[in-house]
């Protein structure tokens, strides 16, 4: 796990080497073992790389890394799982160097050279960002994987072409004129992130997942796709397979104890997040299932009620038999991570779960180098509530007249959240959510829009109506209001994970783990996010995934075999923080400032208006307004750290 960084500058008649080395610096905390940098002045490139020592350790795992042919030179973020694989495969071929180490990144020189680069990239299991260039045909080449676990931007200003892992680098170069981008502001409003390719600044864009881009000197750049989920989507939901429940659960469990085995190889200490959900008990029980020691896991705990899963973290860990460490964290150290937050998110992002995520990460940097977390279960195995809960309000009210559904939604609306959650709490324990007021009234704000696409925007919005939050602004279009999708998957709860794990998962999820682990140098790896699970995923009919209203039943079938269902059946719980009553407690200076009407007219970007209306909603207790809240306060911190407007 690394940075990576370069310039692309056919026109520069001065060495490079000077403005890498200031780009790579700023990615230290991705890669403290070791940097590197590597020019050819005459062609106007030059690389930048930042180490994480996972596979060899030694200096023959250095990068930048040139080819035993001496035709390609590489910096790369990430882990191939197949390389030894490829190894035997090149020499089968008669194709194999004389290797100088045994990284990963030798393997895939090598099979550059033998293959070509997208023959390679569609043969890697894993997850990874690069950047090559071409001695021979003078092109540069980045790739992302296929899910977007790794990041890279990239941007093309006048001839000048900068790229990176994060936008931090973008800033020591001194030709970067950072500007915000007012549409990706608005789209940023409307979902926390800012969705790719856009980036929060104009000209600089994010290399979607399952990409390749292409850039010559005297050429645009050309983006290529690799790997296409919408057709997986499509192709696996037109012609399901018919495996009985036993064939599909051995398979699921063999893939996935495959994906888990694969990512356990490291020349460091490993461990596992473990929040005692579904996700990371099966992660967790798969390694420990394959190891001769105790695995190490590790949780945090928050004392408020709703938010403390360390105690199911530990039942977990007691019957699986790992070696267990957790945390209690006071609201003293959570709020001390909340200043810094704009170092590590160097654009925009508002996913309040980043708190707990970074604090769980510093965690387990003290014990282990490598970390497997269980995210993407929920994308790939149909689990977010919203999934049946949107799908079963789809089929249920949609040939109810519009003006009935409208009235029905001011009536849920007529009892606080405070006091849905009151009522509710008498639900059975296998019934009951987390924060059902919240749900209630998020049910009664979608019950009248007029079709399944503005249901499934409504149930991911934060602000409804972003232009009205970034005036003038005519926000960046996503997948979400584009109607071809829906050909490709007519049905709705399909297409909501399809869209889900097309924005939601790389730019929220995705984002959010390689940024809070990177920031304490700890590498994450994330085995249900194997390509190849994905494509069993989608090969499989809806009710392997989702069976009397739960979802991933294929998934808990295979939980079952290693941890008795009692000690993970409850309630689905977020991985947050009381963040609602932090603003309006010890936070209620901090968000004041950041608040203010001056503050919040700086720039000219965002009208307080309606801004300061939901602050002063929030403070009453009238509505909940912390998802809109959260996100322009994360915008004013990150404005302040960074500039741009």
Known sequence: MCGLTGILDPRSRAPLAGAVQAMTDRLIHRGPDGDGVWTDDAAGVA???????????????????????????????????????????????????????????????????????????EKLIGMFAFALWDREERCLVLARDRLGIKPLYWGDAGGLFLFASELKSFHAHPAFRPEVDPAALAAYMRYNYVPAPASIYKDVFKLEPGCLLFKRADQPARVERYWDLRRIAHDGQSAPRGLSDQDAVDEADALIGDAVKRRMVADVPLGAFLSGGIDSSTVAALMQAQSDVPVKTFSIGFDADGYDEAPHAAAVARHLGTDHTELYVDPGQALDVIPRLPDFYDEPFADSSQIPTYLVSALTRQHVTVALSGDGGDEVFAGYTRYAWGDLLRRRTGRIPRPLRAGTARMLHCLSEDSWDRLLKHLPVARRLSHPGQKVHKLADVLAQPDDMALFRRLITAWRDPAAVVPGAAETPTLAWDDSVRKDVPKFMERMQLLDSLMYLPDDILTKVDRASMAVSLEARVPLLDHRVVEFAWSLPRHMRVRDGQGKWILRQVLDRYVPRQLTERPKMGFGIPVDRWIKGPLRDWAEDLLSPTALAEGGLLDPAPIRHAWDEHLSGTRNRTTELWSVLMFQAWRRRWGGA
Do not use: K
Request: hydrophobic residues 40%; contains cysteine; aromatic residues 8%.
């Open 47 to 121: 690389l930048g790389h930042r180490r994480l020592s996972i596979i060899d350790l030694s200096p023959a795992g250095a990068q930048p890394m040139t080819s035993a042919c001496g035709r390609y030179v590489i910096a790369y973020n990430g882990e191939v799982y197949n390389a030894e694989d490829l190894r035997r495969d090149l020499a089968a071929a008669g194709a194999a160097p004389e290797y100088r180490g045994h990284s990963d990144t030798e393997v895939m020189l090598a099979a550059f050279t033998c293959w070509g680069v997208r023959a390679t990239v």
